[in-house]
């Protein structure tokens, strides 16, 4: 790492670089216990012969036809770009709605130059930067987006002389600004879509933001701090990456990389949990430096009161947004809640990290609609999922009897409590997204070049297992399961592999992916996914895009569509090199699909200036609906 300063790293490669982990160096045995492993994919995975058979063995037939075109899409798909453009298939068009800049208020009109970015007068009057998940709230005939900013890339917000790193707290507070959270009214003028500026319902969600810590970790000694004895009231959220709709309409915005904001001017506090989350040290943007809140050698309690789901009324510009803490603790991707048969509210939860978990809550009561939702993300109960090799699985319940945790400890280091348990190392868990047309959730695991090779943050061993079976992964998988009695509040669940991302141009084994993969398909690293209201899958890919060597006819990031039921998976989308796709959401009569297009290379979009993260309107040209 040494020719690449801190801010320059991705978030996987900074945590690697503060907590290199050890090689177990047992490389050959593990390789053994992957290919012995390969029987109890029913002999479906089969090596050496083109693509990998996978994953239908249990639930479907998998006569993969080639990407071309099928009678379950109403598109040709399209072909790899290496370009600096989006591509969308013939008869579809595609606009950008909102810029990073752009004023939400028309006091900020004007407020970013392709020079100098946005001042901090106008930061937190403008769409945030790199824009990551979204939906969107149909209202009394209004149509309001709320979309996270995930994170900044201080190069392009600062002034060049700062060379990425803020030198006061007026920078400090610049990029405070144009991180988390916006609401936005948007509009169909028949010109197509655009931002109603001066809505009555845009909102600007920050670090600074005032919220309340709820559930059974509020008011904990863990939780409380110099700024806020009571430990009931937290400022910001941070790191905002996937999203969540509760069934009672609103927010989940979720809180993934929080522990890069945190260093320590001193000693480093005592505790386990410090390293488990990847907190030491000094933090991605200097915050500390210019503010002790993110000091932990000052407030070590600060970092407890983040990485959570937070709780937002994008229909109440005046709510204060509310953190969940009974959904646990963890670096979350996205927060999928979905109805389970028998009348509780269910939250698919993934934590993306290499060799983390992927969880669930329950809620207590059972709900229906126009019913009030008080409680039920406050009084339920976390578990963490354990793949058997013969395609069942478990969810295993993280209570005092069984982690040997206090039930606060449980929630604030979660992490911990589920290595206790024995769960199943995953490849970093991204988006989960249930299908709305049966029983059954989908989990983006995106890679894991760990894997089979290194522990996790907490010292679990990662040789490969049922869902994750492919040494140093870095193509990524998903997995669905469907819950035993169609209840997503089963105990208990089945599970296969949709697809394994692979090259079969490079590759003849495990790596050349599964069967619905093929040359005019190809992809890696699956994250952003959501479900259309027709039943198709779409994903979202965020990975090496320099269309060479392993990944070869890949080409830029992309968003693809997969049929759940014959396995079929076609490219829709791409986006301009160096970009990652996340975001996804529909307008109210589905003729209008929103895609987030994060952290984009040269000039794009404007041609000239910055790279400008931006969401993208994409819809048919005759008018019919896409999703
Ligand atoms: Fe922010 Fe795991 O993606
Ligand atoms: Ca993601
Ligand atoms: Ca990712
Ligand atoms: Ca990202």
């Known amino acids: 790492m040494s020719d690449k300063s801190l801010i320059d790293l991705s978030w996987d490669e900074f945590d690697e670089h503060r907590d290199p982990r050890p090689s177990e160096n047992q490389f050959d045995q593990v390789v053994e216990r992957a290919i012995s492993r390969r029987d109890f994919l029913g002999g479906a995975l089969a090596f050496g012969s083109g693509a990998a058979v996978f994953g239908a063995g249990l639930f479907s037939s998998t006569s993969m036809s080639h990407a071309g075109g099928s009678g379950a899409f109403a598109f040709e798909p399209i072909s790899i770009a290496t370009d600096n453009a989006i591509h969308v298939p013939e008869g579809y068009e595609s606009k950008v709605l909102v810029r990073w800049g752009d004023a939400l208020w028309s006091q900020a009109n004007g407020a970013y130059s392709a020079e100098n970015g946005v001042s901090l007068e106008f930061s937190d009057k403008v769409f945030g930067e790199n824009t990551d998940g979204m939906e969107l709230f149909s209202v009394d005939g209004k149509e309001i987006i709320t979309v996270n900013s995930e994170y900044v890339n201080p190069k392009i917000n600062l002034p060049a002389e700062a060379e990425g790193t803020p030198r006061n707290a007026e920078e400090v507070q610049l990029l405070k600004n144009l991180q988390g959270v916006t609401v936005m009214e948007v509009a169909n003028s028949g010109e197509g879509y655009a931002v109603v500026v001066d809505s009555p319902y845009n909102r600007r969600i920050t670090h600074e933001t005032e919220m309340v810590l709820a559930g059974p970790l509020a008011g904990h000694p863990l939780v409380q701090t110099k700024a806020d004895p009571a430990g009931k009231t937290v400022k910001g959220t941070m790191n905002n990456c996937g999203s969540g709709k509760t069934l009672w309409n609103t927010y989940l915005t979720c809180e993934e990389n929080f522990n890069g904001y945190f260093g320590a001017s001193g000693d480093m506090p005592e505790g386990e949990g ?354």
Not at 377 to 383: A, I
Not at 403 to 427: E, K, N
Not at 533 to 555: C, F, H, P, V
Not at 567 to 582: C, L, S
């Open 274 to 627: 410090y390293k488990r989350y990847g907190i030491k040290g000094e933090s991605r943007y200097a915050y500390e430096k210019f503010d002790e809140r993110y000091d932990i050698s000052k407030e070590p309690n600060e970092p407890h009161r983040h990485g959570f789901i937070t709780e937002i009324n994008p229909l109440d510009p005046n709510s204060t947004p509310v953190k969940r803490t009974a959904l646990g603790r963890f670096k979350h991707e996205n927060a999928e809640m979905v109805h389970a048969a028998d009348g509780r509210v269910v939250v698919y939860l993934g934590d993306d990290e290499r060799g983390e978990y992927l969880y669930r809550y329950v809620s207590n009561d059972t709900w229906a609609p126009g019913q009030s939702p008080e409680g039920l993300l406050d009084n339920g109960q976390l578990y963490v999922a354990k793949f058997n090799d013969d395609q069942s699985g478990e969810w295993l319940a993280l209570t005092p009897e069984t982690t040997g945790m206090d039930a606060a400890s449980i929630l604030c280091f979660t992490r911990m409590a589920a290595s206790s348990v024995g769960a199943t190392t995953m490849d970093r868990p991204e988006w989960v997204a249930t299908n709305p047309l049966k029983a059954e959730a989908y989990c983006a695991l995106t890679n894991n070049k760990n894997r089979g090779k290194k522990p996790n943050a907490g010292g679990d061993d990662t040789a490969v297992n049922g869902p994750n079976p492919r040494n140093t992964n870095n193509y990524g998988q998903i997995v669905r399961w469907r819950p035993a009695d169609e209840n997503h509040a089963a105990d208990s669940f089945t599970w296969d592999l949709y697809v394994m991302a692979g090259n079969p141009s490079v590759h003849s084994d495990a790596y050349a992916g599964s069967s619905n993969i093929n040359e005019g398909n190809m992809f890696n690293s699956p994250d952003g996914m959501a479900f259309s209201s027709d039943g198709k899958l779409w994903i979202q890919t965020d990975g090496k895009d320099n269309n060479e060597g392993d990944y070869a006819g890949m080409g830029n990031n992309q968003m693809l569509v997969g049929d759940p039921e014959s396995g079929e998976i076609v490219r829709f989308m791409t986006v301009p090199k160096g970009a990652e796709v996340t975001g996804l959401c529909w307008s109210a009569d589905k003729k209008v699909a929103f895609v987030g297009v994060q952290h984009p290379g040269g000039s794009w979009p404007d041609g000239a200036g910055k790279p400008r993260s931006s969401v993208v309107a994409v819809w048919r040209r005759d008018g019919e609906t896409i999703g």
